[in-house]
């Protein structure tokens, strides 16, 4: 999908929503912008970063699982002081 955009009076650039439908970007989500003379690239910053939330009894965690073997992971979570 190509569109075109225009700045605002704060030199601001809206995008689209059917622009970010398109590109697949959620709302929220942070961009990393990068410029080269003539051309400016949007990029989606990836979320590692998540927040606990309570449902119910349980605490759940709302980001990425890391990519550690769960026996690792529960070992290191044995021995984990603060």
Same mark, same amino acid.
């Given at each position: 999908?190509?569109?075109? =955009?225009?700045?605002?009076?704060s030199?601001?650039? =809206?995008?689209? !929503?059917?622009? !970010?439908? $398109? $590109?697949?970007?959620?709302?929220?989500?942070?961009?990393?912008? %990068?410029?080269?003379?003539? !051309?400016? +690239?949007?990029?989606?910053?990836?979320?590692?970063?998540?927040k =606990? =939330?309570? !449902?119910?009894?349980?605490?759940?965690?709302?980001?990425? +699982?890391? %990519?550690?073997?769960?026996?690792?992971? +529960?070992?290191? $979570?044995r021995h984990y002081?603060?």
């Amino acid at each position: 999908m190509t569109t075109i =955009v225009q700045l605002d009076a704060s030199n601001r650039i =809206v995008l689209p !929503r059917e622009l !970010r439908r $398109a $590109a697949g970007i959620p709302r929220w989500q942070k961009l990393k912008a %990068s410029a080269t003379p003539g !051309r400016i +690239v949007l990029e989606l910053e990836p979320t590692a970063h998540g927040k =606990v =939330v309570k !449902r119910g009894k349980l605490r759940l965690w709302t980001g990425e +699982v890391p %990519s550690t073997p769960l026996a690792e992971a +529960v070992e290191a $979570a044995r021995h984990y002081e603060r």
